[in-house]
RNA sequence: GCGAGAGUGGCGGAAUUGGCAGACGCGCUGGAUUUAGGAUCCAGUGGGGCGACCCGUGGGGGUUCAAGUCCCCCCUCUCGCACCA
C-alpha cells in the first residue's frame, strides 16, 4: 500500500549515490558555469529561512546541469569571527573545536536537504592553508602602498572589544551586537578603498543583472559628490577658510562660515575672537550630545559666534565665523559657507540664532518675484543680487562663478566622497594575523612570504582584554620573533584582520583550493571567473559585496587576474519570516529543517521552499501549508506507483511515438498542456528571476490535468493505444522538470522507469511550438465593456469571421437589440467588445 | 525629508504588449470511499442578491471600446539614505 513516497528509505538512498554528482571537471564538456552560494558563518545550525538561499542555488546547479552545462558548485566556511570566540569563551573549549563541530553538522543540514556541492573543494577560511594566502592578499596591498597603518579617531565597540569598520557600524552602534559605538584614537590598519571610489562607482554600469536597490546602496555609500573648494580669507589676512559647496552659484547669498565644532581650527578661532572660555565650553557641550545622543545631536542646530570674521569673496564683504553642531567634520573639509537664502540647514541656524544674520535671496524661481522667504529656496532659476551674474541662469552661473574664482586663485574643483578607507585591524584572536613585523631599527616590515603562514597560536589566552591591545599581544611566543630585515629583535603586528578580508578573495580559492604555491591559479581563474550566479542575503549589499569588487580591482590592476568584476549576475533572495519578523535565533522564531525533514521529506521542504512566493520578496513561513507541497509530491508519487506497470517495457521504447495530429481532442488538449507547461517551467526560472513558484504551480496545472485525463479514459484503464503513450510522456515530462525542485522522488521514479543513467544528465525539454496555443478559446464577449456571453471558437478565424460569431450570438441579441452599434472590437484569441448605444 | 519597492479573497500568492481579476496552494463547505480517519478522490469556495444581475485589486480623480496594469492627487507599509554643504 505505497500510497506514499517513502521518503525516509529513498531519501537517503539517494543522497549517498548523489556522492559525487557535483565533482566538477574544471576542463569537463559544457560551457562553465559557476553557481555560487555566498559561504556560511558556521554558526552551527541552518534554519529554513537560511535554507532558501542554499534550496535554490541548488536547484538553480540542478537544472543547470540538465541544461548542459558544467556546473561549478562550491561551498566553504567563513569560519573566523567572533560568535567562535564568545561561544568558546563560554564553552571553555577552543574556537578551532567549535567551528569544526558545527561545521561537521551544517554539512549534515545540507545533505539532509539534498543539497549538492563539490566538496573535494570545501574551503575554511580559518584554516592555515587559507589564511597564508590571506596574508598573502595583505602583502600584496601593502606592496602597492595600498595597506597602510594610521592612527586615527576609529570606531570602537566597547561591548566587542574591538574596532570596526565604518561599513560595521549602523546608526552610531555596532551591527553585531547593538552597543553604541565609542570613538577612539588608536594605531590602525587601512586598506586604500578610496583609491577605487571611482572605479567602483563607474562600473556599476557592468552590472545590468544586479539588484538596482543594491547598486543604489552602493552608490549611495561611496557618496561621490563634485563641488568646489573656495577660499574665504580671515579678516586680518593671515590664515584662510577652505569651503566645500556644491553651489558656488548662491555664494552671493553668502553671509556667514560655519565650522564644525572638533574642527583642529576650532580652538584657534575662538582664542583669537577673545571668545576662549566660552567657546571651549561650546566645544566640550557638543562633544558630549554626540557622545549620548547622536540621534538628537543632528535636528539641533546650535552655533556659537568665535568672535572673527572672514571675507567672502565673492561680495567682498565680511562675515562672521561660527562653530556649529550641524556641520560635519568627516565630509568636505569641515567648514561650510552659510547662505540661509538657499539652503534648509542654514535657514535654520539663522532663525534660531540670537544674532541678526541677513538673509540675502541671491537666485529667483522663474516667473516670481524675490519676496519674503519662509524657508530656503533650492531650486534652480535667475541670479540676483550677484553683481554681474545677475540675469544668468544658475546653472550657467555656477560656471562662470567658479571660472572667475578660479582665476584668482581662490576656488578649485573638487571630488569628495562618503566612502572612507577600510579599517581592517580587529583586537581580538579568532582571525588572520596580520602578517607585519616592528622592528626598532628597521620599523614596519611585511613578513617575507616564503615564512608565511603567520600561525595563529593556539596556547594563548583569547579573552580580550578591552584596553585597544589583541590577545595576542599577551603571547610572548607569538609578539616576539626577529626582523627579517636587519634580524634584530623585534615584535609581530598582534591585531587580526577583519573577516571580510578573507570572504573577499574566497571565490578564487575555489579553483584550486589545495594549491600549496599560491592564492589561485590565474588560469583557472580567469577561465571560471566572473561568478555566473553569485546568491545570497541583501545584508551583504554593501559590505562583502563592495570589498570583493574593490579587491578583485586591485588584483586586475596588479595584473593577476583578467577579470575587474568578480560577480556578473547577483541575486539576493528575500528572508523568511516568522510572525512578521525576520527568522532568527534572537528573535526566537526559527523553524527547524530536521523535524519536517523527517516528518514530510527533503523533497517536500524543498518545494515548500520554493513555492513560497516570489524568491526576491519576503515570505511568511507557514507550517500549514507545507502540507499542500507534500500533498503533491505524493499526487505525482502515485500517479507513477499506481500505475507502474506501464513502464515494465524497457525504456528506450517509450519515447517517440506520439503523432498529435492524429490525436483525439482529450489527448490533443493533453499534449498541448504539457507543451505549455515545458515552456513555461523554463522559462519562469531560467529567465533570471528564478521564479520556482510559478514554476512549481504549472507543474502542479499539469499533474491535475493528468489525473483528470486518465479518470475517464477507457483506452488507458485497458491500457490500449496512444493514451498510455501519451501518459508516459506526460508524466516523463513532470518528472523531468520536477526534478531539480524535489530530486529526491524524480530520480527514484527515473530509475524506476527503467533508466540507468542519473536524471541530471538528461537534457530538458524543448517544447513543441506548434502546440503551445490550444486550437480552441473561449472568446469572451463583451458589450460596452461588460462581459455577456462566451463562446468556444477556433484559434485561426478571422476578425471578420469573430466579429460575426459575437454578434451572431443569441445572448448578445438581447443586449444590443434597439441599439446602435457604433463600433466592434476585435481582439484575436481573446474578446470582442461591442460598443451599442 | 529624499530615494526604491509594495498595497489584490479568510491566508500565501497568480495575472506578456492595457483585453475573462483571483491561476496554483493553504484553509473552509459538501459529497464519494472507508470500521474509522487529520489518508485519498470528486465538487464548490471574492462580496451582495431568490434571480436576471450588481459591486469588487489601499482611497479619489482621469485617459480608453476596455485599467490591478497607463496618467494626476492622496493614504498606509517595508527597505535604504538622512544636517553629505
Request: proline share 5%; aromatic share 12%.
Given at each position: 500500500?505505497e500510497d506514499?513516497?517513502?521518503?525516509?528509505?529513498?531519501?537517503?538512498k539517494w543522497q549517498?549515490?548523489?556522492?559525487n554528482l557535483f565533482?566538477c571537471?574544471?576542463d569537463?564538456?559544457?560551457e562553465?558555469?559557476y553557481c555560487?552560494?555566498?559561504?556560511?558563518y558556521?554558526s552551527g545550525?541552518?534554519?529554513v529561512g537560511?535554507?532558501r538561499?542554499y534550496i535554490?542555488g541548488?536547484?538553480?546547479?540542478?537544472i543547470?546541469?540538465m541544461e548542459?552545462?558544467n556546473?561549478?558548485?562550491?561551498?566553504g566556511?567563513?569560519?573566523?569571527?567572533?560568535?567562535?570566540e564568545?561561544?568558546?569563551?563560554?564553552?571553555n573549549?577552543?574556537?578551532?573545536?567549535?567551528t569544526?563541530?558545527n561545521?561537521?553538522n551544517?554539512?549534515?543540514?545540507?545533505?539532509?536537504?539534498?543539497?549538492?556541492?563539490?566538496?573535494s573543494?570545501e574551503?575554511?577560511?580559518c584554516?592555515p592553508?587559507y589564511?597564508r594566502w590571506?596574508?598573502?592578499?595583505?602583502?600584496q596591498?601593502y606592496e602597492?602602498g595600498?595597506?597602510?597603518?594610521e592612527?586615527?579617531s576609529?570606531n570602537?565597540?566597547p561591548s566587542c572589544?574591538?574596532?570596526?569598520?565604518n561599513e560595521q557600524?549602523v546608526?552610531?552602534?555596532c551591527e553585531?551586537?547593538?552597543?553604541?559605538i565609542?570613538?577612539?584614537k588608536?594605531?590602525?590598519?587601512f586598506?586604500?578603498i578610496?583609491?577605487?571610489?571611482?572605479?567602483?562607482l563607474q562600473?556599476?554600469?557592468?552590472?545590468e543583472?544586479w539588484?538596482?536597490?543594491v547598486?543604489?546602496?552602493?552608490?549611495?555609500?561611496?557618496?561621490r559628490?563634485?563641488?568646489i573648494?573656495v577660499?574665504?580669507?580671515?579678516?586680518?589676512?593671515?590664515r584662510?577658510?577652505?569651503c566645500?559647496?556644491?553651489?558656488v552659484?548662491?555664494i552671493?547669498?553668502?553671509?556667514f562660515?560655519?565650522?564644525a565644532?572638533?574642527?583642529?581650527l576650532a580652538?584657534?578661532?575662538?582664542?583669537?575672537g577673545?571668545?576662549?572660555?566660552?567657546?571651549?565650553?561650546?566645544i566640550?557641550?557638543?562633544?558630549?550630545?554626540?557622545l549620548?545622543?547622536?540621534?538628537?545631536?543632528a535636528?539641533?542646530?546650535e552655533?556659537?559666534?568665535?568672535?572673527?570674521y572672514?571675507i567672502?569673496?565673492a561680495?567682498?564683504?565680511?562675515?562672521?565665523?561660527?562653530?556649529?553642531?550641524?556641520?560635519?567634520?568627516?565630509?568636505?573639509t569641515g567648514?561650510v559657507m552659510?547662505?540661509p537664502?538657499?539652503d534648509?540647514?542654514?535657514?535654520?541656524?539663522v532663525?534660531?540664532?540670537?544674532?541678526?544674520?541677513?538673509?540675502?535671496?541671491?537666485i529667483?524661481?522663474?516667473?516670481s518675484?524675490?519676496?519674503?522667504?519662509?524657508?530656503a529656496?533650492?531650486?534652480?532659476?535667475i541670479m540676483?543680487?550677484s553683481?554681474?551674474f545677475?540675469?544668468?541662469q544658475n546653472?550657467e552661473?555656477?560656471?562662470k562663478?567658479t571660472?572667475?574664482?578660479?582665476e584668482?586663485g581662490?576656488?578649485?574643483?573638487?571630488v569628495?566622497?562618503?566612502l572612507?578607507?577600510?579599517?581592517?585591524s580587529?583586537?581580538?584572536?579568532?582571525?588572520a594575523?596580520?602578517?607585519?613585523?616592528?622592528?626598532a631599527?628597521c620599523?614596519t616590515v611585511?613578513?617575507p612570504e616564503?615564512?608565511?603562514?603567520v600561525l595563529l597560536?593556539?596556547?594563548?589566552?583569547?579573552i580580550?582584554?578591552?584596553?585597544?591591545k589583541s590577545p595576542?599581544?599577551?603571547?610572548?611566543?607569538?609578539?616576539?620573533?626577529?626582523?627579517?630585515r636587519c634580524?634584530g629583535?623585534?615584535?609581530?603586528?598582534?591585531?587580526?584582520?577583519?573577516?571580510?578580508?578573507?570572504?573577499?578573495w574566497y571565490f578564487?580559492r575555489y579553483l584550486?583550493?589545495?594549491?600549496?604555491e599560491?592564492a589561485?591559479?590565474?588560469?583557472l581563474v580567469?577561465?571560471w571567473l566572473p561568478v555566473?550566479q553569485y546568491?545570497?542575503g541583501i545584508?551583504?549589499?554593501?559590505?562583502?559585496?563592495?570589498?570583493?569588487r574593490f579587491i578583485?580591482?586591485?588584483?586586475?590592476?596588479?595584473?593577476?587576474?583578467?577579470f575587474?568584476?568578480?560577480?556578473?549576475?547577483?541575486?539576493?533572495?528575500?528572508?523568511?519570516?516568522?510572525?512578521?519578523?525576520?527568522?532568527?535565533?534572537?528573535?526566537?522564531?526559527?523553524?527547524?529543517p530536521?523535524g519536517?525533514i523527517?516528518?514530510?521529506?527533503?523533497d517536500?521542504?524543498?518545494?515548500?521552499?520554493?513555492?513560497i512566493?516570489?524568491?526576491e520578496?519576503?515570505?511568511?513561513?507557514?507550517?500549514?501549508?507545507?502540507?499542500?507541497a507534500?500533498?503533491?509530491?505524493?499526487?505525482v508519487?502515485?500517479l507513477?506507483?499506481r500505475?507502474?506497470?506501464?513502464?515494465s517495457?524497457?525504456?528506450?521504447?517509450?519515447?517517440?511515438?506520439l503523432?498529435?495530429?492524429r490525436?483525439?481532442k482529450?489527448?490533443?488538449?493533453?499534449y498541448?498542456?504539457?507543451q505549455?507547461?515545458?515552456?513555461k517551467?523554463?522559462?519562469?526560472?531560467l529567465?533570471?528571476?528564478f521564479?520556482?513558484n510559478t514554476?512549481?504551480?504549472?507543474?502542479?496545472e499539469l499533474?491535475?490535468e493528468?489525473y483528470?485525463?486518465?479518470?475517464n479514459?477507457?483506452?488507458f484503464?485497458?491500457?490500449?493505444?496512444?493514451?498510455?503513450?501519451?501518459f508516459?510522456?506526460a508524466?516523463r515530462n513532470?518528472?523531468?522538470l520536477?526534478?531539480?525542485m524535489?530530486p529526491?522522488l524524480?530520480?527514484e521514479?527515473w530509475?524506476?522507469?527503467?533508466h540507468a543513467?542519473t536524471?541530471?544528465s538528461?537534457?530538458?525539454?524543448?517544447?513543441?511550438e506548434?502546440y503551445?496555443?490550444?486550437?480552441r478559446?473561449?472568446l469572451?464577449?463583451?458589450v460596452?465593456?461588460?462581459?455577456?456571453?462566451?463562446e468556444e471558437?477556433?484559434q485561426?478565424?478571422?476578425?471578420?469571421e469573430?466579429k460575426?460569431?459575437a454578434?451572431a450570438?443569441?445572448r448578445?441579441a438581447?443586449?444590443i437589440?434597439g441599439?446602435e452599434?457604433?463600433?466592434?472590437?476585435v481582439?484575436?484569441?481573446r474578446?470582442?467588445?461591442?460598443v451599442?448605444?
Amino acid at each position: 500500500m505505497e500510497d506514499f513516497y517513502p521518503f525516509q528509505d529513498l531519501e537517503k538512498k539517494w543522497q549517498e549515490r548523489w556522492g559525487n554528482l557535483f565533482r566538477c571537471d574544471l576542463d569537463g564538456a559544457g560551457e562553465k558555469y559557476y553557481c555560487l552560494m555566498m559561504f556560511p558563518y558556521p554558526s552551527g545550525n541552518l534554519h529554513v529561512g537560511h535554507g532558501r538561499n542554499y534550496i535554490i542555488g541548488d536547484a538553480l546547479a540542478r537544472i543547470k546541469m540538465m541544461e548542459g552545462y558544467n556546473i561549478l558548485a562550491p561551498m566553504g566556511w567563513d569560519s573566523f569571527g567572533l560568535p567562535a570566540e564568545n561561544a568558546a569563551i563560554k564553552n571553555n573549549i577552543k574556537p578551532s573545536r567549535w567551528t569544526e563541530d558545527n561545521i561537521r553538522n551544517m554539512k549534515k543540514q545540507f545533505y539532509d536537504w539534498g543539497v549538492l556541492y563539490d566538496w573535494s573543494r570545501e574551503i575554511a577560511s580559518c584554516q592555515p592553508d587559507y589564511y597564508r594566502w590571506t596574508q598573502w592578499l595583505f602583502l600584496q596591498l601593502y606592496e602597492s602602498g595600498l595597506a597602510y597603518q594610521e592612527k586615527a579617531s576609529v570606531n570602537w565597540c566597547p561591548s566587542c572589544k574591538t574596532v570596526l569598520a565604518n561599513e560595521q557600524v549602523v546608526n552610531g552602534s555596532c551591527e553585531r551586537c547593538k552597543n553604541l559605538i565609542e570613538s577612539k584614537k588608536l594605531k590602525q590598519w587601512f586598506f586604500r578603498i578610496t583609491a577605487y571610489a571611482d572605479k567602483l562607482l563607474q562600473d556599476q554600469e557592468k552590472l545590468e543583472k544586479w539588484p538596482e536597490r543594491v547598486l543604489v546602496m552602493q552608490s549611495n555609500w561611496i557618496g561621490r559628490s563634485e563641488g568646489i573648494e573656495v577660499t574665504f580669507p580671515l579678516e586680518d589676512g593671515d590664515r584662510n577658510l577652505n569651503c566645500f559647496t556644491t553651489r558656488v552659484d548662491t555664494i552671493f547669498g553668502a553671509t556667514f562660515i560655519v565650522i564644525a565644532a572638533e574642527h583642529p581650527l576650532a580652538s584657534e578661532l575662538i582664542k583669537k575672537g577673545g571668545e576662549e572660555r566660552e567657546g571651549t565650553l561650546f566645544i566640550e557641550h557638543v562633544r558630549q550630545i554626540m557622545l549620548q545622543e547622536r540621534e538628537k545631536v543632528a535636528f539641533t542646530k546650535e552655533g556659537f559666534f568665535t568672535g572673527c570674521y572672514a571675507i567672502n569673496p565673492a561680495t567682498k564683504k565680511k562675515i562672521p565665523v561660527f562653530l556649529a553642531s550641524y556641520v560635519l567634520m568627516e565630509y568636505g573639509t569641515g567648514v561650510v559657507m552659510g547662505v540661509p537664502a538657499h539652503d534648509q540647514r542654514d535657514f535654520e541656524f539663522v532663525e534660531e540664532s540670537p544674532l541678526d544674520i541677513p538673509v540675502i535671496q541671491v537666485i529667483r524661481e522663474e516667473g516670481s518675484e524675490a519676496g519674503d522667504l519662509t524657508e530656503a529656496y533650492v531650486g534652480d532659476g535667475i541670479m540676483i543680487n550677484s553683481g554681474e551674474f545677475d540675469g544668468l541662469q544658475n546653472r550657467e552661473a555656477m560656471e562662470k562663478i567658479t571660472d572667475s574664482l578660479k582665476e584668482r586663485g581662490l576656488a578649485e574643483r573638487v571630488v569628495h566622497y562618503r566612502l572612507k578607507d577600510w579599517l581592517i585591524s580587529r583586537q581580538r584572536y579568532w582571525g588572520a594575523p596580520i602578517p607585519m613585523i616592528h622592528c626598532a631599527a628597521c620599523g614596519t616590515v611585511p613578513v617575507p612570504e616564503d615564512q608565511l603562514p603567520v600561525l595563529l597560536p593556539e596556547d594563548v589566552d583569547f579573552i580580550p582584554r578591552g584596553d585597544g591591545k589583541s590577545p595576542l599581544a599577551a603571547s610572548p611566543g607569538f609578539l616576539n620573533t626577529v626582523c627579517p630585515r636587519c634580524g634584530g629583535k623585534a615584535q609581530r603586528d598582534t591585531d587580526t584582520m577583519d573577516t571580510f578580508v578573507d570572504s573577499s578573495w574566497y571565490f578564487l580559492r575555489y579553483l584550486s583550493p589545495r594549491d600549496t604555491e599560491k592564492a589561485f591559479d590565474r588560469e583557472l581563474v580567469n577561465r571560471w571567473l566572473p561568478v555566473d550566479q553569485y546568491i545570497g542575503g541583501i545584508e551583504h549589499a554593501i559590505l562583502h559585496l563592495l570589498y570583493s569588487r574593490f579587491i578583485i580591482k586591485f588584483l586586475y590592476d596588479k595584473g593577476l587576474v583578467e577579470f575587474n568584476e568578480p560577480f556578473a549576475n547577483l541575486f539576493t533572495q528575500g528572508m523568511i519570516t516568522r510572525n512578521g519578523v525576520k527568522m532568527s535565533k534572537s528573535a526566537g522564531n526559527t523553524v527547524n529543517p530536521g523535524g519536517l525533514i523527517e516528518k514530510y521529506g527533503a523533497d517536500t521542504v524543498r518545494l515548500y521552499t520554493l513555492f513560497i512566493g516570489p524568491p526576491e520578496k519576503d515570505a511568511e513561513w507557514n507550517d500549514r501549508s507545507v502540507e499542500g507541497a507534500y500533498r503533491f509530491i505524493n499526487r505525482v508519487w502515485r500517479l507513477y506507483f499506481r500505475h507502474r506497470d506501464i513502464f515494465s517495457e524497457p525504456p528506450g521504447t517509450d519515447e517517440g511515438k506520439l503523432d498529435p495530429p492524429r490525436m483525439d481532442k482529450a489527448q490533443l488538449n493533453l499534449y498541448r498542456k504539457i507543451q505549455k507547461t515545458i515552456f513555461k517551467v523554463k522559462h519562469d526560472i531560467l529567465d533570471g528571476s528564478f521564479h520556482f513558484n510559478t514554476a512549481i504551480s504549472a507543474l502542479m496545472e499539469l499533474t491535475n490535468e493528468i489525473y483528470l485525463f486518465i479518470e475517464n479514459n477507457q483506452d488507458f484503464e485497458d491500457r490500449v493505444g496512444t493514451s498510455v503513450e501519451l501518459f508516459k510522456y506526460a508524466l516523463r515530462n513532470v518528472i523531468i522538470l520536477l526534478a531539480p525542485m524535489s530530486p529526491h522522488l524524480c530520480e527514484e521514479i527515473w530509475e524506476r522507469m527503467g533508466h540507468a543513467e542519473t536524471i541530471f544528465s538528461r537534457r530538458l525539454p524543448e517544447a513543441d511550438e506548434e502546440y503551445l496555443e490550444a486550437d480552441r478559446y473561449t472568446l469572451v464577449i463583451q458589450v460596452n465593456g461588460k462581459i455577456r456571453s462566451r463562446e468556444e471558437i477556433e484559434q485561426d478565424l478571422s476578425d471578420e469571421e469573430i466579429k460575426e460569431i459575437a454578434l451572431a450570438n443569441e445572448r448578445i441579441a438581447d443586449f444590443i437589440q434597439g441599439k446602435e452599434i457604433k463600433k466592434v472590437i476585435v481582439v484575436p484569441g481573446r474578446l470582442v467588445n461591442i460598443v451599442a448605444v
